[in-house]
């Protein structure tokens, strides 16, 4: 399953961006989908995930109350609703799966840059 992610671009402090993962291939059925995102100098940081089957999501306490994740099954695809943006949400964002039973994420897809100017 190949990912590509978009929606990524400016927007100032409070604003709001929906970034999408695109999923090609096979069904996202067996899959977990996780949002990850990374600034220059500093290590990849988890965002959120879903489970594809059954729809449960996880979200990292940074972004909690502020972003969404979610899923349409028809399109085969995962979105990220970020609201309330804020300056430290300036990165580039990936969308990155793996299936249910591993414990890492191994394919990550191209990034999306996404600024937040105050």
């Known amino acids: 399953v190949q990912l590509q992610a978009s929606g990524g671009g400016s927007v100032q402090a409070g604003g709001s961006l929906r970034l999408s993962c695109a999923a090609s291939?096979?069904?996202?059925?067996?899959?977990?989908i996780g949002w990850f995102r990374q600034t220059p100098g500093k290590e990849r940081e988890f965002v959120a995930q879903i489970i594809w089957s059954g729809g449960v999501t996880n979200y990292a306490d940074s972004v909690k109350g502020r972003f969404t994740i979610s899923k349409v099954n028809a399109k085969n695809a995962v979105y990220l609703q970020m609201n309330s943006l804020k300056p430290e949400d300036t990165a580039v964002y990936y969308c990155?799966?793996?299936?249910?039973?591993?414990?890492?994420?191994?394919?990550w897809g191209q990034g999306t840059q996404v600024t937040v100017s105050s």
């Open positions: 291939g096979r069904t996202l059925s067996n899959y977990i």
């Open positions: 990155a799966r793996k299936r249910i039973y591993e414990s890492s994420y191994n394919y």
